[in-house]
């Protein structure tokens, strides 16, 4: 394979992406960890999803974009482990 370095930057770059809008969106914005306690009661637990309603959307969106940039990252997976290195011939019986 010739062309490894504009595969290593989209690598680079789609990684970079990933854990900013992906990691950002959803653990950071809509605050997912740590959940809530197991000793609150069902209408303390649907207050804090009322409250930080606009927080949630924003980083379910931030991470739904940031998973839209995982798909180069398995295009190039399935490139580098699917390029042949040398012509090799598997035989089931020898």
Do not use: D, H
Not at 11 to 17: E, G, K, Y
């Amino acid at each position: 394979m010739k062309n490894k370095p504009p595969l290593l930057l989209i690598r680079f770059v789609s990684l970079l992406m990933v854990a900013l809008f992906w990691g950002m969106g959803m653990f950071v914005i809509a605050v997912f960890l740590p959940p809530p306690s197991p000793e609150l009661s069902v209408a303390e637990i649907a207050a804090v999803y009322r409250e930080g309603r606009t927080s949630i959307i924003t980083g379910l969106t931030m991470a739904f974009v940031g998973a839209g940039f995982m798909l180069p990252l398995y295009c190039i997976a399935l490139l580098l482990f699917s390029w042949p290195k040398q012509k090799r011939v598997f035989r089931i019986s020898q």
